[in-house]
């Protein structure tokens, strides 16, 4: 099969410096992947008649990329599209480097794959795609959704984030975003204030907290870090375990569903158990070292960019 992909190397999300990897992994995973027989860049508008492909991706996360392709509605290639929170509303302004900037709302998101004539859509919060995209793709949206997690790139989280716990800073560190408009961090909130936790603000309230490249030894200078997230599975849900930490996570669906177990390669934690169970690991870190490893195991066996490259190809393949 032949691979075209359609992207922004100028996304923020793309971009060697973005706070998170994890998106550029995926798709230099997706374009490196062994099974492709070429792989068409395209970057800019363009006519259909000159894509040589039988998959076609849009890696355009938060549908910002104004690529117009003529007649991609008819092309034989099957066609995906990456979208990333569902929740998204519509924005115009400028980004971060003073670019003009237009992100598409859900209605909107979905109006454009559809008149693209998208097949699937890559969407890695299953709970938020049936809530806001659902609604504009009626009966279709089960048979459209193709499911994986935002996942990290093993190769940069070395056997040095296999450092025993014992040999790590002996605290549980606080580490995300804050802005939310849907409810999805008020646990978070609630937690990074708790006087148990270690807080280090992200690299969006301070430029001076690692990111990029320099945020997988961050994370494993710690011996525990929180995820929480209300409803999906967010990158920290992986690149957490990746680093050798143990995960003290909010439970979600998504993640059980991915094969994480309370007390086996994680520990679950909510409001009523959470200062509890944080004494009790900064009581004894190292003794914690079992749930670290297999965390750390059970990302790189099956939640990884590699992974997902694997899982794309092998889709692609049963259904173009």
């Given at each position: 099969m032949k691979l075209a992909v359609a992207y922004d190397p100028s996304d923020n999300k793309l971009r060697v410096d973005s706070y998170s990897q994890a998106y550029r992994a995926m798709l230099r995973r997706v374009i490196?992947?062994?099974?492709?027989?070429?792989?068409?860049?395209?970057?800019?508008?363009?006519?259909?008649?000159?894509?040589?492909?039988?998959?076609?991706?849009?890696?355009?996360?938060?549908?910002?990329?104004?690529?117009?392709?003529?007649?991609?509605?008819?092309?034989?290639?099957?066609?995906?599209?990456?979208?990333?929170?569902?929740?998204?509303?519509?924005?115009?302004?400028?980004?971060?480097?003073?670019?003009p900037l237009h992100k598409l709302g859900a209605e909107q998101r979905i109006k454009r794959e559809l008149g693209r004539g998208t097949r699937y859509l890559i969407c890695p919060y299953p709970d938020s795609y049936y809530r806001f995209f659902g609604p504009f793709l009626g009966r279709q949206a089960a048979d459209m959704l193709f499911w994986y997690p935002v996942c990290p790139e093993a190769a940069n989280y070395p056997p040095a984030c296999s450092k025993p716990l014992s040999e790590r800073l002996g605290k549980v560190l606080a580490n995300g975003a804050l802005v939310d408009h849907h409810g999805y961090y008020d646990f978070r909130k609630w937690a990074f204030r708790q006087p148990c936790v270690f807080h280090i603000k992200h690299w969006l309230y301070n430029p001076a907290t690692p990111k990029a490249g320099a945020y997988p030894g961050f994370l494993s200078r710690f011996a525990g870090a929180l995820a929480l997230f209300r409803d999906n599975a967010v990158p920290k849900y992986l690149e957490i375990p990746l680093a050798g930490c143990v995960c003290f996570a909010q439970w979600n669906r998504q993640y059980y569903e991915m094969g994480f177990r309370d007390g086996v390669n994680c520990i679950y934690v909510d409001r009523h158990t959470f200062a509890d169970r944080i004494a009790e690991f900064l009581n004894d870190p190292g003794a914690y070292q079992a749930i670290a490893t297999a965390g750390r195991e059970r990302v790189q066996a099956h939640w990884t960019a590699a992974t997902f490259a694997d899982a794309l190809y092998a889709h692609a393949k049963e259904n173009a």
């Open positions: 490196s992947h062994k099974g492709w027989e070429s792989v068409q860049h395209i970057t800019a508008s363009c006519n259909a008649a000159h894509i040589d492909a039988d998959v076609l991706v849009y890696f355009d996360i938060h549908s910002r990329h104004a690529i117009e392709i003529e007649g991609i509605e008819s092309h034989r290639a099957i066609k995906y599209s990456y979208l990333d929170d569902p929740h998204q509303e519509e924005f115009e302004g400028l980004d971060g480097n003073k670019r």
